[in-house]
C-alpha cells in the first residue's frame, strides 16, 4: 500500500511537471509582416513601412526564459530586418545585415527569416529595422516588453506604453541628400542679422552685448551655428502613432499608481519629457530595475528607455508632454480620468544654444588603444589636433581633461584694428553694410583648416561686414559714445537673446507661430558636467541625471583591463560622421577578448549630442556607483563631453555599435566589434 502510494504520487508529479515544463520553456510563435501601406499623419497621405499593417507595430510581449520563435515576413520590395533592441541574443539572430553571421544582407522580398532565442531578461525593450533609414524612419519598429520570471519590486493599478517617435513626409532619401548638400537645410533657428540687432536691442547692458558680439564673431569664424543642435526639425512628433492633435489618452482612476514604459523610437529626436503637476517615480532604465528615483522631468536620446511610476489623485487630464531639444514642436499624450478629456499643453521652453565649453575644443587623439587590429590614424577632415587659441567666449585656458580648450590665452578674440573700426561704427552708425553672398561649402567640421583656431589674428568674415555697418546708435540701451576693447565677459553671463524664428509647421500650428525665443550663449564656463542635461528647467525642478540610476541588483564589478579611445567626430558642413576620425566604410573592426572588461573612453568632439548603442552586451556607465552603475544598452554622450563607460566583453560574435541617431549611423558613424577567444598559443 505504501509502496504503491508513493508510485502514484511520483506519476501524479511526473505528469505535473510534464504540463508545466513546456509551458515555461515554449513560446507562442509570432508572426509579423513587413509591407508598405498608406498612412495619413499629417493630413497627407504618404506611403508608410508598416509592421502588420501598424504604426508603430504592434506590441510583442514574451516571457522571461522563453524559448521565443518569430517569423518575421518581408513583402517590402527590397531587402529588410528586425533587430531585437538591447535584448541579448545569439549574434546570428541579432538582425544586423552585414554583421549578424549567416544574415547576408537581412531578408530578402518575399522571403520569411524566423528567429529563435532564449529570452534571458526582462523589462521594456523595442524592435525596429536595420536596413535602412528609410524603413525605421516611415514605420519600421514597435514595441516589445518582457515580462519577469519572479514578482516585480515595485507595484502598480495600469499599464502603458508610451512611445515617442518622429515622422517625415518626406522621403528619408531625400533628406540625406538634402543634409550633404547643406547640413543646416533642416535648422530653421538659424541665427540672422535681424536676430543680431535684436539681441543687442535687448540686451540689458553693455557686457552683455559684448558677449553676443563675441560670441556672433567666433562662431562665424569657425563656420558653425550654435542653433545647429539638431539635424532635422520641424518633424511631426507621435506617442504610439498618434499626432499631439490626435491625443493618445491613457484612463486612469484617481489614487491609482500608473506605469508608464517611455520608448524613444525616434530616427533623430531627443525628447524632454515632464507631466506638469504629477512627480514621476523611475524604477527602470533600458530594461533593467533601479532603485526607485523621483524626478520632475527627464532627458533620453534616441533608443533609451524609462519605465516610471505615476500616481494622478485629482480627477482631472495631465498632460505627458515630449519637447524636441530644438523645440520645433510637442509630442503629447493624455492621462484623464475619462475619455475625451484634453490636458493643457505648457509654452515651449527657451530653445538651447550650443555654447563653447560645450564644444570643448578638446580635439584630436589622445593616445590610447584603439582596440583595432592594425594602428589606425584618423581621416583627414574629420577632427583637429589640439593647437593654441584664441579667447573664444571669455573662457579661460584649461589643459585637455574633459572638454579642456588646450592653450586658450586670456585676450579678445578680435584683432585690434577690426575692433577699433566696429567700435567706431557702433559708436557713430553707419550704412548698412550689403548682405554678403552665403560663404562657400567649408567642411565644418575640419578643424585642421579653421581660420581662427590659432593665436593668430581673426580674418574679417562676413559678420564682421554685417556688424560694421550696422546702425548701433540707434537701437534702444545701446552706447552713443566709442566702446572700448571687448574684454572678457565675468563667468557665467548669461546673454537675453531672443534671436531665430520658431517655422517648424507643426509649432507654429501648436503655438500660433509666434517666434520662439532660445537661451543665451553660456559664457565663462570651463568644461561642462558631461551628466547634467540643460532642459531650460525651472529652478527647483529636479531633473533626471545617470547619476540618479543605480542598478537595483549589483553587477558583478572588476577593475577594467585596458582603455579604448572612442573620439565622435565627423564632418558637418559634409555631413559625414565617425568614430576616432574614421567613417565606418573605411575603418577596421574592434576587437575584443572574451571575458575581459574595457574602458570605452568616449570624447565627444562634434557640437550634438550621440546616443550611443551597443548589441550583444551591455554598457556601463562610471556615474560614480561602483558595482549600481547601472546596465544601459544606449548612453548618451553630450556634446563637447568626455565619459568613460565600461565593456564587459561576456558575448563571443561579431556585433554592431553605432550610434543610434538614424542618420548620423547611416552616414558612417558605427564599428563592427568582434568579441573572441584567446588564441590556443596563447593560453
Not at 508510485?7 to 511537471?17: D, E, P, Q, S
Amino acid at each position: 500500500m505504501r509502496n504503491s502510494g508513493l508510485f502514484g504520487g511520483a506519476l501524479l508529479a511526473i505528469h505535473l511537471l510534464a504540463a508545466i515544463l513546456p509551458q515555461m520553456a515554449a513560446a507562442a510563435t509570432h508572426d509579423l509582416v513587413l509591407e508598405r501601406r498608406a498612412v495619413n499623419v499629417t493630413g497627407r497621405e504618404r506611403v508608410g513601412m508598416l509592421i502588420n499593417g501598424q504604426l508603430p507595430g504592434p506590441t510583442l510581449r514574451l516571457r522571461e526564459g522563453e524559448d521565443a520563435v518569430i517569423n518575421v515576413t518581408n513583402r517590402l520590395g527590397e531587402n529588410a530586418s528586425i533587430h531585437w533592441h538591447g535584448l541579448i541574443v545569439p549574434p546570428e539572430m541579432d538582425g544586423v545585415p552585414g554583421i549578424s553571421p549567416g544574415y547576408g544582407d537581412g531578408i530578402r522580398p518575399g522571403e520569411t527569416f524566423t528567429y529563435r532565442f532564449k529570452v534571458k531578461q526582462a523589462g521594456t525593450y523595442w524592435f525596429h529595422s536595420h536596413s535602412s533609414g528609410a524603413q525605421e524612419q516611415l514605420g519600421i519598429y514597435a514595441p516589445l516588453i518582457i515580462e519577469p520570471r519572479e514578482r516585480e519590486p515595485f507595484s502598480y493599478d495600469r499599464d502603458y506604453v508610451i512611445m515617442f517617435s518622429d515622422w517625415t513626409d518626406e522621403d528619408p532619401n531625400r533628406i540625406i541628400k538634402n543634409l550633404k548638400a547643406d547640413s543646416s537645410w533642416y535648422n530653421f533657428n538659424r541665427r540672422t542679422m535681424a536676430s543680431l540687432i535684436q539681441e543687442l536691442t535687448e540686451a540689458p547692458n553693455r557686457e552683455a552685448r559684448r558677449a553676443i558680439v563675441e560670441d556672433r564673431v567666433t562662431w562665424d569664424t569657425m563656420r558653425m551655428d550654435p542653433t545647429d543642435i539638431a539635424d532635422i526639425g520641424g518633424l511631426t512628433y507621435l506617442v504610439n502613432g498618434q499626432s499631439p492633435e490626435r491625443n493618445f489618452t491613457a484612463l486612469f482612476r484617481p489614487g491609482e499608481r500608473i506605469r508608464l514604459r517611455f520608448i524613444n523610437a525616434s530616427a533623430m529626436t531627443y525628447f524632454d519629457v515632464r507631466i506638469p503637476g504629477l512627480k514621476m517615480t523611475v524604477v527602470q532604465a533600458d530594461g533593467n530595475n533601479v532603485q526607485p528615483v523621483r524626478v520632475d522631468e527627464f532627458r533620453f536620446g534616441n533608443a533609451e528607455t524609462f519605465d516610471v511610476i505615476v500616481q494622478p489623485t485629482e480627477d482631472r487630464a495631465y498632460t505627458i508632454v515630449g519637447e524636441p531639444i530644438d523645440r520645433t514642436g510637442f509630442a503629447r499624450a493624455t492621462l484623464a480620468p475619462r475619455p475625451g478629456m484634453v490636458g493643457a499643453l505648457p509654452p515651449h521652453r527657451l530653445r538651447p544654444l550650443v555654447s563653447m565649453a560645450e564644444m570643448g575644443m578638446n580635439f584630436g587623439p589622445k593616445g590610447y588603444d584603439r582596440g583595432t587590429p592594425l594602428p589606425e590614424k584618423d581621416m583627414p577632415g574629420h577632427v583637429v589636433p589640439e593647437m593654441p587659441m584664441g579667447s573664444m567666449g571669455g573662457m579661460s585656458g584649461e589643459q585637455g581633461g574633459q572638454g579642456g580648450m588646450s592653450g586658450m590665452q586670456g585676450r579678445g578674440s578680435m584683432p585690434p584694428d577690426d575692433q577699433s573700426e566696429m567700435d567706431r561704427r557702433m559708436a557713430k552708425g553707419g550704412r548698412q553694410a550689403k548682405k554678403p553672398t552665403r560663404a562657400p561649402a567649408t567642411p565644418r567640421m575640419n578643424h585642421g583648416t579653421m581660420p581662427g583656431m590659432s593665436g593668430a589674428p581673426t580674418r574679417q568674415t562676413a559678420a564682421w561686414a554685417q556688424m560694421a555697418g550696422m546702425d548701433h546708435g540707434s537701437m534702444a540701451g545701446m552706447d552713443q559714445a566709442g566702446s572700448p576693447r571687448l574684454s572678457t565677459p565675468q563667468a557665467g553671463v548669461l546673454a537675453s537673446v531672443h534671436g531665430g524664428v520658431q517655422q517648424g509647421h507643426q509649432a507654429y500650428a501648436l503655438h500660433g507661430g509666434e517666434d520662439m525665443p532660445n537661451e543665451g550663449p553660456l559664457v565663462g564656463h570651463g568644461a561642462t558636467d558631461p551628466l547634467v542635461n540643460r532642459t531650460g528647467a525651472p529652478p527647483g525642478t529636479r531633473v533626471l541625471s545617470y547619476r540618479d540610476l543605480k542598478a537595483l541588483k549589483p553587477y558583478p564589478y572588476k577593475k577594467y583591463d585596458r582603455i579604448i579611445e572612442m573620439r565622435l567626430t565627423g564632418n558637418m558642413q559634409r555631413y559625414f560622421w565617425s568614430i576616432n576620425g574614421r567613417k565606418f566604410s573605411e575603418a577596421q573592426p574592434i576587437v575584443l577578448q572574451l571575458g575581459e572588461r574595457v574602458r570605452f573612453r568616449f570624447i565627444n568632439e562634434t557640437m550634438m549630442p550621440h546616443p550611443m548603442h551597443i548589441h550583444g552586451t551591455w554598457f556601463l556607465p562610471d556615474v560614480g556607483n561602483g558595482a549600481r552603475n547601472p546596465l544601459k544598452h544606449t548612453v548618451n554622450i553630450n556634446p563637447g563631453a568626455t565619459l568613460d563607460v565600461d565593456v564587459p566583453a561576456d558575448a563571443e560574435g561579431p556585433w554592431a555599435f553605432h550610434c543610434h541617431q538614424l542618420y548620423h549611423m547611416e552616414a558612417g558613424m558605427m564599428r563592427k566589434i568582434v568579441v573572441q577567444r584567446q588564441a590556443a598559443a596563447q593560453h
